[in-house]
């Protein structure tokens, strides 16, 4: 019933890349953009934006604007 899209990639470009993971929602769940990011021994994780329960995510990437 939900997907997951992910990319790894330097988006802060401090020369570390994060996993950036979309999880679309679930009934019991919203979706969300998710930053994972290694700090040495474990993943610091943070949440960046809701995802509306109507939308359906296929694909992450990076680009500049």
Known sequence: EYEHAANIVDLD???????IVVSDSRPDLPGML???RYNGTDFDVEEI???????????VMSGKL
């Open 49 to 59: 934006a809701e995802v509306p329960r109507d939308h359906m995510t296929f694909n």
């Open 13 to 19: 470009h401090d020369g570390k890349n994060e996993l």
């Open 34 to 36: 998710r930053r994972y």
